[in-house]
């Protein structure tokens, strides 16, 4: 199995029941967000080979396609983020980190739409790739709720904490 060292987990939870087109609108408005926040947006051969894309944009994990590797870090991080998920929403990995800044940029801008309530957000980091070290990292893991104000000080203080989940809430609502 392959393992990969990095993961980047989004959980978008709706405000309310969504419809099934909320979904396709949501679904593409963050793949197309999300993609603009990448280095590869700039590149043709990033963008139109699917085993080049595969092993950095978005995916479903319960349906991650024809070139996507599901690792022992996804299994593992699928269920926890599973849980959180009581309502409408949906939830996507990638096998890549984004950048700081382009995560904060990508939290305001989804946190924007009235039809999104909240939005979990990890980065998993692990430089030795050990499978039997995924499901150790489950239990290290801290879940922290913060306003969306002050998840994006804590990013420009640069105190972001790989492997943290964190619980982004609208400002109004927490």
């Given at each position: 199995?392959?393992?990969?060292?990095?993961?980047l987990?989004?959980?978008?939870?709706?405000?309310?029941?969504?419809?099934d087109?909320?979904?396709e609108?949501?679904?593409?408005?963050?793949?197309?967000?999300?993609?603009?926040k990448?280095?590869?947006?700039?590149?043709?051969?990033?963008?139109?080979?699917?085993?080049?894309?595969?092993?950095?944009?978005?995916?479903?994990?319960?349906?991650?396609?024809?070139?996507?590797?599901?690792?022992?870090?996804?299994?593992?991080?699928l269920?926890?983020?599973?849980?959180?998920?009581?309502?409408?929403?949906?939830?996507?990995?990638?096998?890549?980190?984004?950048?700081?800044d382009?995560?904060?940029?990508?939290?305001?801008?989804?946190?924007?739409?009235?039809?999104?309530?909240?939005?979990f957000?990890?980065?998993?980091y692990?430089?030795?790739?050990?499978?039997?070290?995924?499901?150790k990292?489950?239990?290290?893991?801290?879940?922290?709720?913060?306003?969306?104000?002050?998840?994006?000080?804590?990013?420009?203080a640069?105190?972001?904490?790989?492997?943290?989940?964190y619980e982004?809430?609208?400002?109004?609502?927490?």
């Open positions: 199995m392959v393992i990969y060292s990095t993961h987990c989004i959980l978008i939870y709706a405000q309310n029941n969504w419809k087109k909320d979904y609108q949501f679904s593409d408005m963050t793949l197309v967000d999300y993609l603009g990448t280095e590869h947006s700039d590149c043709e051969v990033c963008l139109t080979c699917p085993v080049c894309r595969a092993d950095w944009e978005l995916f479903d994990p319960e349906n991650p396609g024809e070139y996507v590797q599901f690792c022992e870090y996804c299994e593992v991080l269920p926890l983020l599973k849980e959180h998920l009581t309502g409408d929403g949906f939830i996507l990995f990638s096998h890549r980190l984004v950048k700081l382009a995560l904060k940029q990508f939290i305001d801008f989804t946190l924007s739409n009235k039809k999104i309530k909240k939005v957000v990890i980065q998993q692990d430089p030795n790739r050990k499978p039997a070290k995924a499901t990292m489950l239990g290290q893991i801290k879940h922290q709720e913060l306003k969306q104000s002050e998840f994006l000080t804590l990013i420009e640069e105190k972001f904490e790989y492997n943290n989940l982004v809430f609208k400002d109004k609502y927490y």
